[in-house]
């Protein structure tokens, strides 16, 4: 399979998911607007062969005004297997490598499914506004994970 068909798969299945949660696709990333913040999922191709990794991020307005910021101008950002627990992350990982794994068998819709629904989303609506942000932060959760230096100063100065 191509690269260019791969991706549009793996889109395919996203918006499977992500669209009755409200994201829409722009570009080649699905966007949420949660109010203080933008919730972004982004399919990133490897360079070593034909698999996807899925990148998470939140941006918040208060710290700037793009509606639909690439994943690495989130003010936190998070790969899905950071998100998923453990005996999750093999398998979403094997899941995105069209090298080596049909991304259609049920079986593996199923374990993509969970991934989003069961533990990113409701991840990054744990951490969407500023007060659950600065909570996260203090119990921890986002240790381990990119944080800007403009977030964890205002976080710092509430």
């Known amino acids: 399979m191509t690269g260019h068909n791969s991706i549009k798969m793996v889109h395919s299945l996203l918006g499977k998911f992500l669209k009755p949660l409200g994201f829409l696709k722009k570009g080649g990333a699905w966007y949420l607007d949660s109010g203080e913040s933008v919730l972004v999922f982004s399919p990133q191709k490897s360079n070593y062969g034909n698999k996807y990794y899925l990148n998470l991020g939140v941006y918040f307005f208060v710290l700037g005004e793009l509606t639909c910021p ?13 998100i998923v627990p453990e005996n999750l992350k093999l398998s979403v990982s094997d899941i995105l490598d069209f090298d080596h794994i049909d991304m259609f068998d049920a079986k593996n819709i199923k374990i993509i499914r969970s991934a989003l629904i069961d533990y990113a989303y409701p991840f990054m609506n744990s951490i969407n506004t500023l007060n659950k942000a600065k909570i996260a932060e203090k119990e921890g959760v986002l240790s381990g994970l990119p944080v800007s230096r403009e977030l964890r100063e205002l976080l710092d100065s509430q």
Do not use: D, G, K, Y
């Open 70 to 82: 690439s994943v690495r101008l989130c003010h936190i950002q998070a790969r899905i297997e950071n």
